[in-house]
């Protein structure tokens, strides 16, 4: 098999399960062991079987998800309704900060009700 690139590239060989597997099948043909067969061969169906319980839990797991968030009433995505920005950017719109620095001057440009920018009242 080649890559992409034109090298040459093996792949696959023989993993725990299959070497474990080839061990108990030689020992058993030589003698040296005396197991039943189901024994001999255990590595290779209790992978299968663990493979295939990982994939049950999966899919039970999905299955159990898919129940749960189709039970439950639709939320709204935002817990917290959105602010709106100001055009002006973080400071109002007479370059002050709400509640934070000075109130804005009045519209008619004469003292406001608070008498902070001179004159009489």
């Avoid at 043909?29 to 999966?58: E, K, M």
């Avoid at 002050?96 to 620095?101: E, I, K, L, N, P």
Wanted: aromatic share 10%; charged share 15%; net charge positive.
């Amino acid at each position: 098999m080649t890559t992409r690139n034109g090298n040459a590239s093996t792949q696959g060989g023989l993993g725990f399960v299959g070497a474990l597997t080839l061990v108990f099948v030689v020992l058993k043909l030589c003698s040296v062991i005396d197991w039943p067969w189901v024994w001999v061969l255990a590595p290779l169906w209790i992978s299968a079987l663990s493979f295939t319980a990982l994939f049950a839990a999966v899919v039970a797991g999905a299955v159990v998800y898919v129940l749960v968030s189709s039970a439950t009433p639709d939320r709204p995505r935002r817990a917290v309704p959105h602010r709106r920005r100001s055009r002006y950017g973080p400071v109002g719109k007479w370059g002050y900060r709400h509640g934070v620095d000075s109130h804005p001057p009045a519209a008619d440009g004469d003292d406001d009700e608070r008498g902070r920018h001179g004159g009489t009242i």
